[in-house]
């Protein structure tokens, strides 16, 4: 359904003024396919078997069915709200990557009208969610992500048939290696090359034919007993296609909004920043933009990174291996002469446990560690070549998501405190002063979001919609207006949570009474005993000091905000934009 695909361009219009990456749009950290899994099973913490997908996205309802799952587990549902409505709120529209789509699990367990539900939108809203894919439309964007030619796998061979594309999938807990994918008999590529063209012909559906190939590679592979390639395929895999059929029917009724990277609005400004490439496909400017923008974020990381292998070195069985950890690091970053950086994450994990291949607890960290760098530095590639702005939701203390923030905090030349910690730095290439840092909020907002309805929500978003609406035009530009519009945003969302309680309500109003109480007598005191000598002209003293006693619960409560804002889980927006360079070397790689 091309004609009926709504393509949106990579500035939006919102609240009649244009904003860019800064307040714009975002890309969640966590929801990236592998991060939704990790969530998925986090939340679970083992009670539930999701083990066998042909049980899970089986369309016949069962104990071990997607739908019974997330209907029996609601923290399910409630954590990726908070997620999603955390970042909401800070941009209005969030970008869908296809791995995200076509993988997530929470997105296909979901669908997108819970989803648009989660975010309180109305069918008269514009879309939030917006699908960021490289074909023309969400048909050809699966096809893309699902299948792939033989010969696309092993160069060597002239296979031109299709087979599924070697990957790890996420929402199935399956990997599909090289060798799986062109291991399997000429029947299954016959069959599925056949379909194949059919759907491109507009025959059938390329949904259909995906599920057709994953339902048989799940039986040539032993699940399931099968003699030959069946002409009609069973129904293991019923109900993740009808996932991607509501996603394809979302995106053209308009509920969710599609961006073409291939239209030329896209990647004009791309082939902008490398004039060099004029001439060459977009496809290849897609991938040479990526791999500059990764090898300088990445490279910028080294230090850090470093020095995290550093610190574990102190355990004997961490040092004995350290140069293997951090060549794998410059392995995965590359050479702008020798070697391309490595940005499929599969090989980049791969190269990862090589490093890594010892059993002891240490190890197992530190490659926990290199492989949430490695994730992390993905996706800030991600969403700064996709003009947005990265979020992590929730990082937990020790993650690399929050020592990446603290990092470029440290070696700031001026920091604010209270909600938010956005940084000031000199390029020493230019000499110019810009604004760059990560904003910081305590994981008690996205508490409180996760536990609203979604009529609660919605009323809520309406409610502080000038709140809201001032926090995302703020920018890394004023750190003071940034700084107001955090601690504003934070406290309506605070205020939020308050409970009516009658008991409570009358605990609160006898405080109050003995306060005030407490309150007069100093004041009294004050006015005829202690100070009552003073001169007229002094009296400010007396202001000053009743004052000062007037506000000391304001000031508890300040300080128990602040040290909630800088301890423990926290939600980090890294607002900053990456500064490397465009060597003539690196726009040679690739073409």
């Known amino acids: 359904m091309p004609g009926k695909t709504q393509h949106y361009p990579s500035h939006h219009n919102i609240d009649n003024h244009t904003v860019g990456a800064s307040s714009g749009r975002v890309l969640i950290e966590n929801l990236d396919s592998v991060m939704q899994r990790k ?8 009670r539930v078997n999701t083990s066998n997908p042909a049980m899970f996205w089986n369309k016949t309802p069962s104990p071990e069915g997607c739908t019974a799952i997330v209907h029996n587990n609601p923290k399910l549902v409630e954590r990726f709200a908070g997620i999603l409505r955390t970042s909401f709120l800070y941009c209005p529209q969030i970008l869908l990557t296809d791995a995200e789509l076509f993988d997530g699990i929470f997105f296909l367990a979901l669908g997108p009208q819970a989803i648009n539900e989660i975010l309180g939108k109305s069918l008269a809203d514009p879309p939030s969610l917006i699908f960021s894919g490289r ?52 029947s299954f590529y016959n069959e599925l090359t056949s379909r194949v063209d059919a759907a491109r012909q507009g025959a059938c559906s390329i949904i259909n034919v995906v599920i057709w190939a994953y339902e048989q590679y799940w039986s040539l592979q032993g699940h399931t007993a099968l003699n030959d390639v069946p002409v009609q395929s069973n129904d293991n895999f019923g109900f993740l296609a009808q996932r991607w059929k509501e996603w394809s029917d ?29 001439n060459v496909q977009p496809k290849e400017a897609w991938s040479q933009d990526f791999k500059t923008i990764f090898r ?165 978003c309406y409610q502080t919609r000038t709140v809201i609406r001032k926090w995302r035009k703020c920018d890394a530009s004023s750190i003071h207006k940034l700084k107001a519009r955090t601690k504003d945003m934070a406290y309506s969302v605070y205020e939020a949570d308050k409970e009516q309680d009658r008991r409570q309500e009358g605990l609160t109003i006898w405080k109050s009474f003995i306060f005030a109480a407490v309150l007069s007598i100093i004041a009294a005191m004050c006015d005829n005993v202690w100070f009552g000598n003073f ?41 900053d934009r990456p500064d490397f360079e465009t060597t003539p070397s690196s726009e040679k790689e690739g073409r």
Request: glycine share 4%; with cysteine.
């Open 135 to 186: 074909g023309n439309t969400f048909e050809h964007c699966l096809r893309l992500f699902t299948l792939r030619r033989i010969n696309e796998i092993k160069p060597e061979c002239k296979d031109t048939r299709y087979t599924v594309r070697p990957l790890k999938l996420s929402s199935m807990d399956l990997t599909i290696t090289d060798d799986d994918a062109v291991s399997l008999n000429d």
């Open 535 to 575: 001169q007229s002209n002094q009296i400010w003293i007396v202001v000053l000091v009743s004052w000062f006693v007037s506000m000391i619960p304001n000031f508890i409560e300040i300080i128990n905000w602040e040290r909630g804002v800088r301890r423990g889980v926290k939600t980090v927006i890294y607002m």
């Open 250 to 278: 979302a995106i053209a009724a308009g509920r969710v909004g599609y961006e073409n990277q291939e239209n030329p609005d896209f990647y004009r400004p791309i082939l902008g920043k490398h004039p060099s490439m004029d």
């Open 39 to 46: 969530l998925w099973d986090d939340t679970l913490d083992g």
């Open 296 to 460: 300088g974020i990445a490279k910028s990381s080294v230090p850090i990174i470093n020095s995290i292998i550093t610190r574990a070195g102190k355990n004997s069985a961490v040092s004995d291996r350290a140069e293997n950890y951090q060549q794998a690091v410059k392995d995965i970053i590359g050479d702008n002469d020798k070697k391309k950086p490595i940005i499929e994450r599969t090989k980049a994990f791969n190269r990862i446990d090589e490093a890594c291949n010892e059993q002891d607890i240490c190890t197992n960290n530190l490659r926990n560690i290199l492989r949430d760098w490695y994730q992390f530095m993905y996706q800030r590639t991600l969403a700064f070549h996709l003009d947005a702005t990265l979020i992590a939701v929730n990082a937990p203390e020790n993650s690399y998501e929050q020592i990446a923030a603290r990092s470029a905090i440290a070696q700031s030349d001026h920091q604010t405190h209270g909600g938010c910690h956005p940084v000031k730095s000199t390029t020493a290439s230019t000499k110019k002063t810009h604004r760059v840092g990560a904003l910081v909020l305590d994981e008690h907002v996205t508490k409180v979001l996760e536990k609203m309805s979604a009529s609660a929500f919605g009323l809520f």
